[in-house]
């Protein structure tokens, strides 16, 4: 049946400005963390008559407007990481997911690239109200009394490092693909000291498909999204230092299901 496109809810990035600094040096051979200059985020709508809002609280139907906490004023760090093993679509959960990155630390040699130290666990960025820090979920909801919607969700990445930034997104709690402009995918697997950088396995099964449905909601209902935040810890390096990566136009949008 014939799908009609309602432009509902434009979740729009403004600027998400991720910068390399120079403050931590050769932050990527040493500390393998990647420090934030500025980082900024707001949520709009591109139609106050859509069927969709968004919103931090979970029983407000009429936001249309959504920003996120910055990470620099809480000395937040967007880390350089690969996950361990592949999260599996509709299964895998945040915490699972989490618990399987690890840190990706190589030094550059004339004979090329070695990872310098075993992998060592640490997790993403997650995205985080500006109301209350603990809280790292928001809400979109369908105010259509008797209508579903199909939910798709578009992005754009702009910036030197722009195919080197990856956002997990979770839906109720559980991964649903990563947002990637890089066509090679993401990196994954185990880190050994001494091991080449280029024998680490890549994978774009698990990359959202734009225009894709990201997930259904039935009439009057709600789900939790939240945002885990970092940057491929295979392609990344020193040479990367003060370059920076910028997240726009994140759009959910949704079709009504005939």
């Known amino acids: 049946m014939k799908k009609s496109l309602l432009f509902s809810t434009l979740l729009f990035i403004l600027v998400l400005l991720i910068a390399l600094s120079t403050a931590t040096f050769a932050w990527f051979s040493a500390s393998n963390v990647v420090n934030l200059s500025s980082i900024s985020f707001t949520a709009d709508t591109d139609s106050r008559e859509g069927?969709?809002?968004?919103?931090?609280?979970?029983?407000?139907?009429?936001?249309?407007?959504?920003?996120?906490?910055?990470?620099?004023?809480?000395?937040?760090?967007?880390?350089?990481l690969i996950p361990s093993v592949l999260p599996?679509?509709?299964?895998?959960?945040?915490?699972?997911?989490?618990?399987?990155?690890?840190?990706?630390?190589?030094?550059?040699?004339?004979?090329?690239?070695?990872?310098?130290?075993?992998?060592?666990?640490?997790?993403?960025?997650?995205?985080?109200?500006?109301?209350?820090y603990e809280q790292t979920e928001f809400y979109v909801y369908n105010k259509n009394q008797s209508v579903a919607q199909n939910v798709t969700l578009e992005f754009r990445t702009s910036g030197d490092l722009a195919d080197k930034i990856r956002i997990a997104v979770f839906v109720d709690g559980v991964f649903e693909g990563i947002l990637c402009s890089d066509p090679e995918g993401i990196h994954y697997g185990e880190i050994t000291a001494g091991e080449p950088v280029s024998s680490t396995p890549s994978d774009t099964s698990v990359l959202?498909?734009?225009?894709?449905?990201?997930?259904?909601?039935?009439?009057?209902?709600?789900?939790?999204?939240?945002?885990?935040?970092?940057?491929?810890?295979?392609?990344?390096?020193?040479?990367?230092?003060?370059?920076?990566?910028?997240?726009?136009?994140?759009?959910?949008?949704?079709?009504?299901v005939a």
């Not at 992998?119 to 209350?132: K, M, N, T």
Request: hydrophobic share 40%; net charge negative.
């Open 51 to 80: 069927d969709l809002s968004i919103s931090w609280d979970s029983n407000v139907n009429d936001s249309f407007h959504l920003e996120f906490a910055s990470p620099a004023d809480n000395n937040a760090l967007i880390p350089a």
């Open 88 to 132: 599996e679509l509709g299964v895998t959960t945040y915490e699972q997911f989490a618990s399987s990155c690890i840190t990706s630390a190589q030094i550059n040699l004339e004979s090329g690239a070695v990872y310098q130290i075993d992998g060592e666990q640490v997790a993403p960025y997650l995205c985080r109200s500006p109301f209350d």
């Open 208 to 256: 959202y498909v734009r225009d894709s449905v990201l997930f259904t909601l039935d009439a009057l209902t709600s789900v939790s999204v939240s945002l885990a935040v970092w940057f491929d810890g295979v392609s990344v390096g020193d040479a990367d230092i003060s370059k920076e990566a910028v997240l726009s136009d994140l759009v959910f949008k949704g079709y009504y």
